[in-house]
């Protein structure tokens, strides 16, 4: 089901998870678990990222294969159009297709971190010329990316809305948001997008705290602000107690779902960085309390 059919006709906001290809073996083993008890959750949709530049191709078209054909999952596909030339572009969404894709997320993604990797000659700049190029020759329901605290490239928060509406004016049906810790800045962001005429579904993504290390790497990546509220809740705990920090995590995020999903969210997507403990607890909870 095209997603953008799923939020018309809820009479609930979705669940979603995100997930990525394995990295390593031991990463192989454990992602079939994490799968089964994240299933087990019954969410609406769960999304696949593609590594820039092809580079988890094969992982990525595996992982689809597998949680639609084994798990009968709805699933949202990233594509990272970063150093593809068209015919690549379209190799890969050919692909897709075939596997009874109907939802596409387009983002122009980032080099990727190793090797020396060449883009192709006629690799598309933005996530707006992938749109541009996907639409008039697929029937995706496409996606793309928002940035509630704007693009790490960008110069402000105006250029971030002015290549957003350009997406959405090329054929974008949604926006999944970027996650952010303070909820002021996707009610922000949302109203900007609103009053610009952004009218699309907005989703907001919702990234649980999984370890120090993690949030402070995630973060530089992607430009979230690890407010002062997480620092000083970080701080009072004790410094080597994971399960405290992911205590920590979970009750951060469920406080987050609660005030987005009062607002009126068409549903929550979790980055569940391929674990299912603080996701499961998440949703378990907000279950509880009748809000999903």
């Not at 596409?104 to 541009?132: K, M, N, T, Y």
């Not at 999984?210 to 973060?219: C, E, F, T």
């Not at 995590?249 to 469920?254: D, F, M, S, T």
Request: contains cysteine; aromatic residues 8%.
């Amino acid at each position: 089901m095209k997603l953008t059919d799923l939020w018309h006709n809820a009479r609930k906001p979705t669940l979603s998870f995100e997930l990525f290809p394995p990295r390593s073996e031991k990463q192989a083993v454990k992602l079939p678990g994490v799968i089964d008890r994240l299933a087990d959750l019954n969410p609406d949709f769960v999304s696949v990222t593609f590594g820039a530049g092809g580079s988890t191709r094969e992982g990525s078209r595996r992982l689809v294969k597998f949680l639609r054909e084994e798990k009968d999952l709805e699933v949202l596909a990233y594509f990272a159009g970063y150093g593809l030339g068209p015919d690549g572009i379209t190799a890969v969404l050919d692909d897709y297709r075939s596997l009874g894709v109907e939802n596409i997320l387009l983002v122009r993604g980032d080099p990727p971190q190793e090797g020396d990797f060449e883009p192709h000659p006629d690799s598309l700049a933005h996530a707006s010329d992938l749109v541009a190029l996907v639409r008039p020759r697929y029937d995706f329901c496409i996606g793309v990316a928002g940035y509630p605290e704007g693009h790490v490239e960008s110069s402000g928060p105006e250029e971030d809305l002015t290549y957003l509406q350009l997406k959405v004016e090329q054929g974008a049906g949604f926006v999944v948001a970027n996650y952010f810790y303070d909820n002021r800045f996707f009610f922000e962001f949302v109203d900007r997008c609103r009053r610009a005429g952004i009218e699309v579904p907005i989703l907001p993504g919702v990234m649980p705290i999984y370890s120090r290390k993690m949030m402070k790497i995630l973060a530089d990546l992607c430009g979230a602000t690890i407010t002062e509220t997480v620092l000083q809740g970080l701080a009072g705990l004790p410094q080597d107690d994971q399960e405290a920090l992911l205590n920590f995590g979970i009750e951060l995020a469920v406080q987050q779902c609660r005030e987005l999903l009062g607002s009126g969210v068409p549903g929550i997507h979790i980055y569940t960085m391929d674990r299912s403990q603080s996701a499961a607890e998440i949703v378990n909870q907000l279950r509880n309390e009748g809000l999903l």
